[in-house]
């Protein structure tokens, strides 16, 4: 992954002959570092830019059943589309870091995140700012980092980006934990969203930020969380979910659920996606989502990844069948997908 790292100016040392700064053991090093933090005056803040493209073309064969839609006077569709045009910029200074991203795939530029971050100790962080709401994990991963083209069902069910101060910590590895308060529908009048997720590792390391067999280690990880939210602009606006994964290569297997309340969709949608990586860069995947929407739309879509460089360069390949009543969008469709992480 290319970076740009921009390091802070230092004031120069008085007296220091050749080959002396060589000779500085590492406890020196460390001494001075914090001596620089007690000043105020971090030793190597830094810059760091970075983004990725998704791209893909997209072949369809839909009955869309009266559903404006897709339905563009037939029901074949085919194009290439611009998932994702993300550049990142991140600034650290010490305890303190900023992020900013943009995502310009519409040819016009949106925020996403613009968060400030403080390491407020070795236990928890603070951020402040526009972030993703902490509440599933396939939605809460990095839109490069997915095993097939598009996002689970439930990860598309809350996906939200929203403006508050979240609380992240970690207990003894085994604990990863996150507490948020966003400003929800209302915008910044007098009701929240609340959001709670606790996700624990009983069995090795928490799984990588990542989807797919490609992400996990020869060791056995596996990682279960439960979450909880509410939305305080509405009566019924609780949301319950519960996601897990579980990582050894060449397998990986992953399921989630969320429960919206009456007022917030009354809907239960699932997922489970099984990835078998079956050379050291091609990996399968399939999965199953159900929308438990008011068509009651269900989908299945296998792919096969070719990582050329792990998650950050990779060709998808997917295909998948759409099935719902009438009024909904049912039928098949062929994707081939490019991600290029710089």
């Known amino acids: ?10 004031a120069a040392t008085s007296g220091t002959a050749p080959g002396e700064e060589a000779s500085w053991s590492s406890l020196d090093r460390e001494l001075a570092s914090l001596a ?22 997209l072949f369809g064969d839909f009955d869309v ?45 949106v925020l996403y995140h613009g968060y400030a971050k ?14 993703k709401q902490p509440f599933l994990r396939s939605f809460m991963l990095f839109d490069n980092k997915l095993a097939l083209i598009e996002r689970t069902a439930p990860a598309l069910a809350v996906a939200r980006f929203d403006t508050g101060v979240m609380l992240e910590g970690k207990v003894q590895e085994r604990v990863h934990w996150w507490a948020a308060v966003q400003n929800g529908n209302d ?37 279960v969380a439960v979450a909880v939210s509410d939305e305080g602009s509405v009566s019924d606006g609780t949301s319950f979910a519960v996601d897990a994964v579980v990582n050894q290569r060449p ?8 429960d919206f309340d009456k007022d917030v969709g009354d809907r239960t949608p699932f997922s489970a996606t099984a990835g078998w990586l079956f050379q050291p860069q091609w990996e399968g995947v ?5 929308r438990d929407d008011g068509f009651d739309t269900s989908r299945i879509t296998g792919g096969v990844n070719y990582y050329v460089t792990g998650h950050d360069l990779k ?28």
């Open 1 to 10: 992954m290319f970076s740009i790292l921009i390091p802070s100016l230092i």
């Open 36 to 57: 620089a933090h007690a000043q105020g005056n971090p030793a190597d803040p830094s810059v760091r830019i970075w983004g990725y493209l998704r791209t893909a073309v």
């Open 65 to 109: 059943n009266n559903n404006s839609a897709l339905d563009a006077g037939d029901d074949e569709v085919g194009g290439t589309r611009i998932l994702n045009a993300r550049p990142y910029f991140e600034a650290t200074s010490g305890d303190y870091s900023a992020v900013i991203s943009l995502e310009c795939a519409s040819g016009s530029a």
């Open 118 to 131: 403080w390491k407020c100790n070795e236990y928890f962080s603070t951020y402040f700012g526009r972030f």
């Open 187 to 223: 915008g910044i009048a007098d009701e929240q969203l609340l959001s709670a997720r606790v996700a624990f590792t009983p069995i090795g390391q928490e799984v990588a930020g990542a989807e797919g067999a490609i992400a996990g280690r020869d060791e056995l990880d596996c990682t």
């Open 251 to 258: 397998w990986s297997l992953q399921a989630e659920v969320v």
């Open 286 to 290: 399939l999965r199953y989502d159900d």
């Open 315 to 342: 060709w998808q390949l997917n295909v998948g069948s759409t099935d719902a009543d009438t009024g909904g969008v049912d039928g098949t469709f062929v994707q081939l997908g490019l991600t290029l992480t710089i």
